[in-house]
């Protein structure tokens, strides 16, 4: 399959450079929408290793942790990429070479304004369903809107 376009979605956060990474980072159990999940219950909370190789993963409520994603790259406070490692079935996938990624940029334009660019790329990887996934990544409901609600908690 020929390689999809991306999907690029870009915000500006009236924060340091710092504290948008911290909080898209770090922070992010106050901003990702507790529906967007994977695990077998309702999710407790989410979380992101702070290292290159981490885990990315969900905490549930009956106790169980279920992976996610891996931090491929951890750049604090300039970027971060992961490997988005759900299926086009919404299961996780163990093979990184089968896996969509993620990365984040953060860049200053001023003393409390940072612009944060997300690219989610590599959709190709996931066959015949990967327009259908592409899709949805690029709707309202999933980075778009997320990053809203990460604006919201970045600029409290």
Request: glycine letters at 8%; aromatic letters at 10%; charged letters at 30%.
């Amino acid at each position: 399959m020929n390689p999809l376009e991306p999907v690029r979605k870009s915000i500006v956060v009236k924060a340091s450079q710092e504290k948008a990474f911290r909080v898209f980072t770090t922070g992010i159990d106050s901003w990702w929408p507790r529906t967007h999940h994977i695990g077998k219950s309702p999710m407790k909370r989410v979380l992101i290793a702070e290292h290159t190789g981490g885990r990315c993963y969900t905490e549930q409520e009956d106790g169980s942790e279920c992976d996610w994603g891996t931090v491929l790259a951890w750049e604090p406070p300039v970027r971060l990429a992961f490997a988005w490692q759900v299926t086009a079935k919404w299961e996780y996938e163990p093979e990184l070479s089968r896996c969509t990624e993620v990365e984040v940029r953060f860049t200053v334009l001023g003393e409390r304004l940072t612009r944060v660019d997300l690219e989610h790329r590599g959709f190709e990887r996931l066959g015949e369903a990967a327009p259908f996934v592409r899709a949805g990544f690029d709707s309202l409901n999933a980075w778009q809107g997320m990053l809203e609600g990460y604006r919201v908690q970045t600029e409290e």
